[in-house]
């Protein structure tokens, strides 16, 4: 069994920055590529932005330049690091990841709970 858990949400006034945090816990074998969505209320979730094993990256281009994605494969963590936000970044973040939880199951994605991100103006 896999869980993802975020971490880092909250309020913000606009131009401030955040960082959100996403652990995996559990058992498996293996973690991929990582990345961030996030859904806006009566919006489609879109994606914010992935990191690849190695640490390849790529954005949306409403956050290029703003936000950064990291990761630490000894600590199973991804990160989100927001800045200068902008009310328009406001939404729920989800965290997801491309898991091998034994070479006797299947690959797939997996997901957070979503952690709340409010910028005021």
């Known amino acids: 069994q896999v869980q993802l858990v975020e971490s880092g949400g909250g309020l913000v006034q606009s131009g401030g920055s955040l960082r959100l945090s996403c652990t995996a816990s559990?058992?498996?074998?293996?973690?991929?590529?990582m990345g961030w969505y996030r859904q806006a209320p009566g919006e489609q979730r879109e994606l914010v932005g992935d990191i690849s094993t190695g640490g390849g990256t790529n954005y949306v281009d409403s956050v290029k330049g703003r936000f950064t994605i990291s990761r630490d494969n000894a600590k199973n963590t991804v990160y989100l690091h927001m800045n200068s936000l902008k009310p328009e970044d406001t939404a729920v973040y989800y965290c997801?990841?491309?898991?091998?939880?034994?070479?006797?199951?299947?690959?797939?994605?997996?997901w957070g709970q979503g952690t709340q991100v409010t910028v005021s103006s």
């Open positions: 997801n990841a491309d898991i091998l939880p034994n070479l006797s199951a299947p690959r797939g994605n997996y």
């Open positions: 559990g058992s498996f074998f293996a973690i991929y590529a």
